[in-house]
């Protein structure tokens, strides 16, 4: 046997309380839309100023912002003021549509492709923003980094690029007698289970409060198929606490609360940097690298400030400004590493060149595009909002399978049963329909406009999977003396 099928004779259970605790704040939605959370600062009137709609943190943006106001072009022009807009991507639209935006920076492909596909970035044609593309390689380890639109003109550049894999605790793993994972498929073993209902050993985000999760969610539809890819998630859902968003994700393999977690490279890198417990893993042969954007919107009211801060970001010295040890991503353009703050991360430069040879799965950005509010909203209610009862069915599978009394072969079935997408009566045409790709592009225009049918969709999602691991449960159960 395998490590990760060898049965364990004994269990550690250990009694913890878990103190949670609620902070309600009113008018969030608000805050949000005035972009709340970044180092902006207050100018008495004088002085110019850029707004950059983002979803980069604010170590970022304490990095990047006084390195831009003392270039040359901010000098020269009296910049004095970046104003961050820091929401979720649903406000996004209306931020653009309201005329305020400048510069649209970060939060991966698929939220820009939504932009594009709407018509609210400005084409990136000008002299300046020729050069500044040129500087960018078109292909990075198969992804694109850039992207053009309909007409053919580039609307999009990659700023920066990510790859998606998991950061392990192997101080958690060690104390739990847990191998190391490689793969995504190992995270679906039973032995991450073993320790339930007392101590979960996965953590994942929550698919509509994360863009990199997301796309570790999407990556693993495509590597392994559809149907094998949700069957993998719930099986790591089932031995999993869910998070509301990528940095509580983070946080629970770097502060030893489980032993793996969801991880987009750079939060890998900077818990490695915090606690040498920790490894950040890039799954052999089950990731893609993707090209983080940067773009101008459509109708940025300062276009040549914007377009001035796109060309300084693709300058060598402002990619290397990833490089800062509160940030440690990786830069899109290798001369980066010739800068000063290049040439102190001689480590992440061997990470970089490795990251430019990854031989990965082929992505599909175009199919993620189609799908993603019907994904993301699929995720959310067979394994967020049905979480107590897969973690019961799949503790139950577990058991019956520590216990003796199903084989390896059985617990591949019975999990197979339990994580196969759900089938609902669609409330618009009364047919049963399988959660299916076919389906979910059919559905996904209607989800983004029509909130009432995505609400009724998700509802029937969430009850059909209660019911799917109820069904499971009672299964296994009855195999039991």
């Known amino acids: 046997m395998s490590e990760f099928e060898s049965t364990r004779n004994t269990r550690t259970i250990v009694i913890a309380i878990v103190v949670i605790a609620i902070v309600a704040v009113g008018g969030i939605a ?50 004095t003021d970046i104003v961050w807009k820091t929401p979720s991507a649903e406000f996004w639209d209306d931020l653009i549509d309201g005329g305020e935006i400048d510069v649209c920076w970060g939060g991966g ?28 390689n078109d292909t990075i380890a198969g992804a694109n980094m850039k992207r053009n639109n309909s007409a053919g003109d580039p609307v999009w550049v990659a700023a920066a690029i990510s790859s998606f894999g998991f950061t392990v605790n192997n101080a958690f793993l060690d104390d739990y007698d847990l191998p190391t994972p490689r793969k995504w498929t190992d995270l679906a073993n039973a032995t991450y289970g073993s320790l339930l209902p007392t101590i979960p050993t996965i953590a994942m985000g929550n698919a509509p409060d994360t863009t990199s999760n997301t796309r570790i969610y999407e990556i693993m ?38 032993g793996v977690s969801m991880s987009i490279d750079f939060y890998g890198y900077l818990t490695q940097s915090k606690n040498p417990d920790c490894e950040y893993i890039l799954p052999e042969g089950q990731s893609i690298v993707n090209g983080d954007p940067i773009a101008i919107a459509h109708n940025s009211p300062n276009p040549q400030h914007a377009e001035a801060f796109l060309d300084w970001v693709l300058t060598p ?51 993620s595009l189609i799908i993603n509010t019907a994904f993301v909203s699929y995720f959310e209610a067979v394994f967020t909002d049905s979480h107590t009862q897969l973690v019961d069915c799949w503790q139950t599978i577990v058991d019956a399978y520590y216990g003796g009394h199903i ?34 592009i059919e559905i996904n225009n209607d989800m983004i406009y029509d ?8 509802s029937l999602w969430t009850t059909a999977a209660k019911a799917q691991y109820n069904d499971v449960r009672s299964q296994v159960l009855a195999l039991l003396p």
Do not use: C
């Open 109 to 136: 492909p698929t939220i820009f492709d939504q932009l594009m596909r709407d018509d609210r970035l400005s084409p990136l044609t000008s002299p300046l923003m020729q050069t500044a593309l040129a500087r960018v």
């Open 317 to 367: 010295y402002g990619q290397s400004l990833w490089l800062d040890d509160n940030i440690l991503r990786m830069p899109v353009m290798r001369e980066a590493f010739d800068q000063p703050l290049g040439q102190q991360q001689p480590k992440l430069y061997s990470t970089f060149n490795q990251t430019a040879k990854t031989t990965g799965i082929e992505f599909n950005d175009t199919l």
């Open 221 to 258: 539809t495509q590597a392994l198929g559809w149907d094998q890819g949700w069957i993998n998630m719930a099986r790591m859902a089932g031995s999993a606490n869910i998070y509301l968003g990528s940095v509580e994700t983070q946080a629970a393999s770097e502060n030893g609360q489980v």
């Open 451 to 458: 909130s009432v049918y995505a609400a009724n969709l998700q």
């Open 407 to 440: 084989d390896k072969t059985e617990l591949d079935y019975y999990a197979g049963l339990m994580g196969t997408p759900v089938t609902i009566e669609d409330p618009d045409s009364g047919l049963d329909r399988k959660f299916t790709a076919e389906y979910a």
């Open 30 to 79: 608000g805050f949000l839309l005035l972009g709340g959370g970044g180092p902006t600062t207050t100018t008495d009137g004088e002085g110019d100023s850029i707004t950059i709609l983002t979803r980069h943190d604010v170590a970022i943006q304490s990095v990047f912002e006084p390195e831009f106001l003392a270039s040359d072009y901010a000098q020269e022009n009296s910049i």
